[in-house]
């Protein structure tokens, strides 16, 4: 079996990236198909795909040579609708594995067994992935060439250098592969800031060195005031205009060690972990004057408003990030609804008594 440890590991992380059940790394050549790496297939499943006849979606990917995305495969290849376990086969997104000088030589395949409705971003997550798993491969024939050449007598030593030099160059490679990979799993596309899955990625590790150092801190919990409203007058440019707005008073408000992410729509967080509580209204008004600056240069009918919940970090208390989420996020509605009471009441003007 010529299963690699390493592409096993990449297959595993497609899987959980996509939440897929099921991921097959795969060799092509005309009369068979070997398995490299997987996720969801038993020992005896392995055995049974290690050279097998190619099948039909994995033999398309490698003869276009581009990717085939179905949400389901009984309607558009109804004869592929089961793999060699004679499993259903529903949602199928394959993409091709270049080599660096352009052939296809396999596919990575993601697989479900009911109807999947792949997304945009789904095909960005695996055609990162492949570039990785093409460098890896690369750089495991390249090391066996290498091995191959130190053992042999009389191979030219120039050619020992060209093996090494693409070496480090397939390297380079795989890390900006890599860290492609990580941009586009971790962060939210239009502000720069972590998504939800990378802040919690990166707010549980915070919460977890608060405890472990003992150190307090804040949970903040931010929404944007007003997004539908300039959607509906100004477009959605102005809407994600708004966004990248508060993004940047965010950054420029915390330091680069706080977790500061969009978690969607109009709602921000922040980590600030090594800050005493009592520090708390310091942060508000900071952030409330960062406001005040950036708007006296924004266009009037664009005002950047929010409103702000937040709550403090315990480092003796068990509550886990998603519960200090919450709880700032409800402190965040308390504010707003009282922000829009005093309001209110303030547009009515003082209560008259009768005489």
């Given at each position: 079996?010529?299963?690699?440890?390493?592409?096993?590991?990449?297959?595993?992380?497609?899987?959980?990236?996509?939440?897929?059940?099921?991921?097959?790394?795969?060799?092509?050549?005309?009369?068979?198909?070997?398995?490299?790496?997987?996720?969801?297939?038993?020992?005896?499943?392995?055995?049974?795909?290690?050279?097998?006849?190619?099948?039909?979606?994995?033999?398309?990917?490698a003869a276009v040579g581009r990717p085939l995305i179905l949400p389901d495969v009984r309607s558009k290849m109804p004869t592929a609708a089961r793999d060699a376990w004679g499993r259903p086969i529903g949602g199928y997104a394959g993409v091709p594995l270049v080599a660096s000088r352009g052939e296809v030589t396999g596919t990575l395949a993601a697989i479900t067994p009911t109807r999947r409705a792949w997304q945009r971003r789904?095909?960005?997550?695996?055609?990162?992935?492949?570039?990785?798993?093409?460098?890896?491969?690369?750089?495991?024939?390249?090391?066996?060439?290498?091995?191959?050449?130190?053992?042999?007598?009389?191979?030219?030593?120039?050619?020992?250098?060209?093996?090494?030099?693409?070496a480090k160059a397939t390297d380079l490679r795989w890390r900006k592969a890599t860290e492609a990979l990580a941009t586009t799993a971790l962060h939210d596309e239009l502000t720069g800031l972590l998504n939800r899955r990378g802040f919690f990625l990166e707010g549980d590790r915070q919460i977890d060195h608060a405890r472990a150092t003992r150190l307090s801190g804040s949970v903040l919990f931010v929404d944007l005031d007003g997004l539908k409203a300039a959607?509906?007058?100004?477009?959605?440019?102005?809407?994600?205009?708004?966004?990248?707005?508060?993004?940047?008073?965010?950054?420029?408000c915390f330091r680069n060690s706080d977790t500061i992410a969009r978690l969607g729509g109009d709602e921000f967080v922040v980590v600030a972990v090594d800050v005493n509580p009592d520090e708390t209204s310091t942060i508000a008004a900071r952030l409330t004057a960062e406001l005040e600056r950036v708007n006296r240069?924004?266009?009037?009918?664009?005002?950047?408003?929010?409103?702000?919940?937040?709550?403090?970090?315990?480092?003796?208390?068990?509550?886990?990030?998603?519960?200090?989420?919450?709880?700032?996020?409800?402190?965040?509605?308390?504010?707003?609804?009282?922000?829009?009471?005093?309001?209110?009441?303030?547009?009515?003007?003082?209560?008259?008594?009768?005489?």
């Open positions: 079996m010529t299963v690699e440890p390493a592409l096993d590991r990449l297959a595993t992380a497609v899987a959980i990236v996509l939440h897929v059940p099921r991921v097959l790394i795969t060799a092509l050549d005309e009369s068979r198909q070997v398995l490299e790496g997987a996720h969801g297939l038993t020992t005896a499943m392995r055995s049974t795909l290690t050279e097998a006849d190619p099948s039909p979606l994995c033999r398309e990917v789904d095909l960005l997550v695996l055609d990162s992935f492949a570039h990785a798993i093409s460098a890896v491969r690369e750089a495991r024939e390249l090391l066996q060439r290498y091995r191959a050449l130190e053992r042999s007598t009389g191979q030219l030593e120039d050619e020992a250098f060209e093996v090494a030099d693409h959607n509906d007058r100004h477009g959605h440019a102005a809407g994600d205009e708004l966004l990248r707005a508060a993004a940047t008073v965010l950054r420029s240069q924004r266009d009037a009918q664009l005002q950047l408003k929010w409103s702000l919940g937040v709550v403090p970090i315990d480092p003796r208390s068990p509550d886990n990030l998603e519960q200090l989420v919450v709880a700032a996020d409800r402190q965040m509605y308390q504010n707003k609804h009282d922000h829009r009471h005093a309001t209110r009441r303030d547009d009515r003007g003082p209560t008259r008594t009768k005489g």
